[in-house]
């Protein structure tokens, strides 16, 4: 079971170095990782590859990622580079 | 733009050939441009303009580096007009994108309801030209910022180095000041594979191509939208009311500017004969070389392809001295220009064809017509949605100049390449991309600008159009009402009434109040609808008299033929077929009822029936005979101008004609009271006669000579009208319409047999919702409950209302003596099942149902007939139908 204890909570000027964090705290196979975005209102190209990758290792261990409380703003970043898909979505 | 070998290879390869490692490249790049136009969609308008702002400065700064770089590189052109140029590109379009509005809302038209607000493409894929290749990248980098798009650039490739200079320079500035990483890249050299490519690519959106007609094909080709701009040929007009010394110089200016590569810059100049020997002249004197006959020979051999038409691209861009040199001309060392005289247009006259270097064609003209069709011909020969250039003084030559070029871009004393380019001679939008229409297989004929870069949405709320309640005038109404004729002074009045009233002495009870002054001529026409041949015979009768006054006197047929009479004696031109076209929205209507009149006439109308209203209503019918067919006019300057409501004229109605009318009266007040196009203004009036009805009417029928009664009916009636005038009828009218045509039952008869299932059918769900803009949500059967509240009719529930409303329209026509079924009229049920059809698509063409609450199906309308025939019952029906939805 994959655990990030708590949840993980991001602020919008370091989303890559958390969700680097995350990976490395992603210490088991199965099970949810919970992420907080109600930080964040923004993203850049850093924070959008961090993204990706974050994902892409969550994957490889059957985890599935949930982003809780993203703004519309992020979430329709997430669309248009066809990453949305790759989350579960929470309020 | 050059169309050469290689412009066509650059857009045209096959992407076949590309390796695994080339289209991984090529992937890296549109996956950066998708990622940085994502992250652009959160900017804000103040963020954007914090990075354009500082994008313009490095252009400027460094204009002559990279017009040095070009020079270099193309070996095309002028440096220092390649300095101009780049600062133009960036100075010249920051000025007119800085205050514009491309984040967000854009544009708001409050007094539409509509807002416009911006929404970026995402990647745009632009191709650039050997001709402008740095201008053009540093034009095409401030739009995109401004607009939050990321752009991959391909430049030509004899012109990698100096553009990929120039988007590193804004590339660099853009991202130092905020934008996101990867917002612009550039195609290395050789990329003609990589074009097909990415032209086709699913995450490119745009196509920006600004060259050659190889570019612009490519790009239309390749299934994405696209802004291909491209070739033109630039006719000239100079005109001979033209100012010479300004026109000569603003030729040479133009012409001559970065040695002629700008798309727009004259090719041919087409001279009135007139003032042409002294504008040839005045060019000489300005340094241009005029060739004779043999040099133009020997020019067009060398720098015009022989089997093409096409320019050689040994000679773009190169100076006029350089050319001359090439083609063996001896000219003056400081010779600008090489002026050629040619005597037709097209691919046998090759100078008349474009030309991006300093040849200039021209053409003698001998008369302002024959000067015409030559810039047409010059406009068709590669020019079409492109650029076209007067010199003239006449504003009536340079609009039927505008007229007949297809151009663009029309300049208008002033250099054409320069001037095309916008916001130096003219206001014309700052660009380095000229749309050319579908003339030149484009798009667009703007000067491509931010707004090309947007997907603008409109954000439209709804909106009500104004209503309107008109009446006549003046309603005169109670026991002796018609005394007030005798008010209206007339020199000539027209009495039109029927046989009938004629004969019981209604027409000398009216002719009593009228001025013993004023001539009367008592006009009888037959007791029926009226006739067209009927209202023609009347409006001669008019003529004859020179009325200024007519008194219809009557039922609805009297009085609509009264109206029809006055409509076409005061506009003798009315056409009544066509006025009688069929309309959605009286507002927008096709046809337009006249208002010039050549004569006038008052029209008093004194309804003799309680049912019509035609007294006040703006509708007349007709009948066709010729044509079979019935002429239905709608118009308000058909409304009487006068109405009388007096009861004494209907004391002697029959009681079938008591009860058809009055029930005819109110089915209008039920439609108008639901019909979409209801108001408080029209909802009083039905409510009211509604009320009236219901209590006056079975007393009216039962004693007819209840004065009060018979008043209040009458009154009833014309309320009815007042409302249904101004918020039309429903599917009960048409119904009644079609079956009453069909079997000649009475109007209102048709309309009794029809009314309550159409009450019930109103007041359930609709299978289909009629649009209206005027109405929030479905209300009718909540208005049929307030109706039944009105009527005392009890209940609890607005279903038991809507129940009991149907219930006491039953009582009430049972009370009137009316057959309750279609049947009940002898007609047999196979006759009745072949009219069925045709009678519902008559129902279904009638202009009664438009502003019905629920927008009857053909099914629908076909089974209201059914019901009909079988008659009786509805309230109960309602009932169980209620208990079973409960």
């Keep these: 079971m994959a655990m990030i204890p708590g949840w993980l909570s991001i602020d919008e000027r370091c989303v890559g170095p958390a969700l680097q964090d995350a990976v490395e705290k992603m210490d088991g196979t199965g099970g949810e990782a919970v992420v907080n975005f109600s930080a964040v209102w923004r993203l850049d190209p850093t924070a959008l590859r961090a993204m990706e990758e974050f994902v892409g290792v969550a994957d490889e261990k059957g985890v599935k990622v949930v982003l809780r409380g993203v703004s519309v703003d992020v979430y329709k970043v997430l669309k248009l580079t066809k990453l949305a898909s790759r989350f579960s979505f929470s309020s | ?886």
């Design chain 2, 1 to 886: 733009m050059i169309a050469n070998g290689t412009e066509q290879q650059r857009t045209q390869a096959p992407a076949e050939s590309l390796s695994a490692e080339r289209i991984a490249h090529l992937e890296g790049l549109v996956s950066q441009a998708k990622t940085a136009a994502a992250v652009f969609t959160q900017f804000t308008q103040e963020d954007v303009d914090r990075i354009v702002k500082p994008m313009v400065l490095p252009g400027l700064e460094q204009a002559q580096y990279l017009a040095r770089l070009a020079i270099e590189e193309t070996r095309l052109g002028v440096m220092e007009d390649k300095v101009i140029k780049n600062m133009v590109a960036t100075e010249f379009t920051y000025n007119y994108v800085k205050d514009k509005r491309t984040v967000g809302v854009i544009r708001e038209f409050p007094d539409r309801n509509l807002v416009e607000m911006a929404e970026p493409i995402g990647v745009i894929f632009s191709l650039t030209p050997i001709t402008n290749p740095t201008s053009t990248v540093l034009f095409k980098c401030i739009p995109a910022i401004k607009t939050r798009n990321a752009v991959i650039f391909s430049p030509h490739p004899r012109a990698w180095r100096c553009s990929s200079e120039a988007v590193r320079v804004m590339y660099e500035t853009a991202v130092r000041h905020g934008a996101p990483e990867g917002v612009f890249s550039c195609l290395e050299s050789h990329t003609l594979e990589d074009n097909a490519y990415l032209m086709r690519h699913k995450d490119v959106r745009l196509i920006d191509a600004t060259g050659g007609p190889g570019a612009v094909k490519a790009a239309y080709s390749s299934g994405k939208p696209a802004l291909g701009v491209g070739a033109g040929n630039t006719a000239v007009y100079l005109e001979k009311t033209a100012d010479l010394n300004t026109a000569a110089v603003d030729i040479i200016i133009s012409k001559t500017f970065d040695n002629g590569t700008i798309c727009a810059s004259e090719q041919t100049v087409v001279i009135d004969d007139e003032i042409y020997a002294l504008a040839l002249k005045k060019f000489s004197e300005l340094g241009a070389h005029i060739c004779n006959e043999k040099e133009t020979k020997l020019l067009e051999r060398t720098v015009m392809d022989p089997q093409t038409g096409v320019m050689q691209p040994l000679a773009v861009g190169q100076k006029a001295t350089d050319i001359a040199r090439l083609v063996g001309l001896p000219v003056e060392p400081n010779t600008k220009l090489l002026i050629a005289p040619i005597h037709g247009v097209g691919r046998e006259h090759p100078l008349s064809l474009e030309k991006l270097f300093p040849v200039l064609a021209v053409y003698r003209a001998r008369s302002t017509e024959e000067a015409l069709k030559v810039c047409v011909d010059v406009n068709h020969a590669g020019g079409l949605g492109h650029t076209a250039v007067i010199f003239s003084r006449n504003d009536e030559i340079v609009r039927r100049f505008s007229e007949v070029m297809n151009a663009g871009r029309i300049i208008v004393s002033s250099p054409g390449s320069i001037g095309a380019l916008g916001a130096v001679y003219n206001n014309l939008v700052p660009t380095f991309s000229f749309g050319c229409g579908t003339g030149g297989g484009n798009s667009t004929t703007d000067n491509v600008n931010v707004f090309h870069y947007l997907n603008i949405k409109r954000v439209a709320r709804r909106t009500q159009n104004h209503m309107w309640f008109r009446v006549p005038n003046q309603i005169y109404f109670n026991m002796n009402a018609v005394e007030n004729v005798g008010q209206f002074p007339s020199s000539s009045t027209i009495i039109v009434t029927n046989p009938a009233l004629e004969q019981i002495g209604h027409v000398d009870i009216v002719r009593r109040y009228i001025s013993p002054q004023t001539y009367v001529h008592v006009l009888v026409i037959p007791d029926a609808e009226p006739e067209i041949k009927v209202v023609m015979q009347g409006v001669e009768t008019l003529n004859f008299y020179k009325a200024d006054q007519i008194i219809a006197l009557g039922g609805g047929s009297v009085i609509d033929a009264a109206k029809t009479m006055k409509l076409k004696y005061e506009s003798p031109a009315a056409d009544l077929e066509e006025l009688a076209a069929p309309f959605l929205d009286l507002r927008k209507r096709v046809v337009q009822y006249p208002t010039e009149k050549i004569n006038r006439a008052r029209l008093i109308a004194i309804s003799t029936t309680s049912g019509t209203g035609s007294e006040v209503t703006p509708f007349a019918v007709l009948t066709d005979k010729e044509h079979g067919r019935k002429v239905t006019l709608a118009d308000c300057s058909l409304s009487p101008d006068v109405a009388i409501v007096d009861p004494q004229f209907v004391m002697s109605m029959p009681k079938v004609l008591t009860a058809d009318t009055g029930i005819d009266c109110l089915t209008h007040a039920l439609e108008a009271g639901v019909s979409n196009y209801a108001s408080s203004y029209t909802d009083s009036n039905a409510m009211q006669a509604i009320r009236l009805a219901f209590k006056y009417l079975p007393i009216a029928y039962e004693n007819p000579r209840d004065e009060e009664a018979r008043c209040m009916m009458h009154n009833a009636a014309c309320i009815a009208a007042l409302a249904f005038s101004n918020a039309s009828v429903g599917v009960n009218h048409a119904l009644a319409h079609a079956f009453g045509a069909r079997f000649g039952v009475a109007h209102g008869r048709a309309n009794a047999l029809m009314l309550p299932h159409v009450l019930a059918y109103n007041a359930a769900v609709p299978t289909k919702f009629m649009p209206s803009p005027y109405q929030q949500g479905y209300v009718a059967h909540k208005k049929y409950a307030v109706m039944a509240d009105l009527l005392g009719l009890g209940g609890h529930t607005v279903e038991e209302k809507v129940k009991n409303l149907i219930a006491a329209t039953e009582k009430l026509l049972d009370q009137l003596g009316f057959p309750r079924s279609i049947a009940e009229l002898g007609i047999s049920k196979e006759e009745f099942e072949r009219a069925v059809p045709g009678m519902t698509k008559i129902a279904f063409d009638d202009p009664s149902w438009r502003s019905n609450p629920r927008m009857p199906l053909m099914n629908e309308l076909a089974e209201l007939f059914w019901k009909a025939y079988q008659g009786r019952g509805v309230a109960k029906a309602v009932s169980a139908s209620q208990r079973e939805t409960a």
